[in-house]
């Protein structure tokens, strides 16, 4: 068996890419709220200005999973950071060393950008990846609630007087 391997998607991996995104929104529990389809992935990861990357986690030719992020900025560090979007392995993959491979990466590409931070989001009840991300020595952000606005709501909003 062939060790993993990284490498980074292209836009030929759309469909793969799709197929772990709805992989993951049915882990979720929220498959109905998947909008991407394959070219849309195409147009959004791999156009000249995205600011978003996807790398994918292979072994002997198979993809096994991928991690999607983009960087943001700490304007109290005055540095960039690396935001982990999605880390998604496929369930009869997983134990295999492929989701810590996949952070490694991320790290290690953090520290060549020169990021003050490599942050993410899960859900609360997804103890499987919380147990995990503890063991690798991640901090969970306890004390920050997240917010979001989309659909109609962001449209109202940005109207508003």
Avoid at 82 to 103: F, I, N, Q, T, W
Avoid at 136 to 144: N, P, R, T, Y
Wanted: proline share 2%; hydrophobic share 40%; with cysteine.
């Amino acid at each position: 068996m062939d060790q993993l391997s990284i490498r980074q998607a292209k836009a030929a991996d759309s469909a793969l890419i799709l197929h772990f995104v709805r992989e993951l929104a049915i882990y979720e529990k929220a498959e109905h709220e998947v909008l991407a389809t394959e070219q849309t992935i195409k147009q959004t990861l791999f156009s000249n200005d995205s600011h978003v990357n996807a790398l994918i986690c292979e072994q002997d030719g198979q993809a096994l999973g991928i991690a999607i992020y983009f960087y943001n900025y700490s304007t109290w560090l005055a540095k960039p950071g690396l935001y982990l979007e999605d880390l998604y392995v496929s369930p009869e993959h997983r134990g295999k060393g492929a989701g810590k491979l996949l952070l490694k990466k991320m790290a290690q590409i953090a520290l060549q950008k020169n990021c003050g931070r490599f942050e993410w989001s899960c859900l609360d009840w997804n103890k499987p990846s919380r147990d995990f991300y503890d063991a690798i020595g991640a901090k969970s952000q306890d004390e920050w609630v997240g917010y979001r606005m989309s659909g109609q709501t962001l449209i109202d909003f940005s109207e508003q007087n």
